[in-house]
């Protein structure tokens, strides 16, 4: 969650939940609020680490993520969620 929103300010551009499980975060990005029900884990982890393969014109930054790295936060997208 820290990397996620402090480190690379996720939350700038797509909505998470609080603490406290409240929407918040931006509006130029989808929601990331349960996005597990609509994507799939290894699709994510693409995303991560190829944003630009999928979208070429997209705003998506590319973040050098390791391997490691892009499976943690690959994690934490799919835990984000307000219903089971």
């Known amino acids: 969650k820290i990397l996620f929103e402090r480190k690379f300010g996720c939350t700038s551009c797509h909505k998470a939940l609080n603490l406290v499980g409240k929407v918040r975060g931006g509006v130029s990005g ?14 994510i982890f693409y995303w991560l ?22 499976i943690l936060i690959t994690k934490y997208i799919l835990s984000i969620r307000t219903r089971p």
């Open 49 to 70: 680490r190829t944003p630009k393969k999928f979208l070429p014109k997209g705003r998506m930054p590319l973040f050098d993520f390791s391997e490691e790295m892009a």
């Open 30 to 43: 989808p929601t990331l609020v349960n996005s597990a029900l609509r994507l799939r884990p290894d699709w």
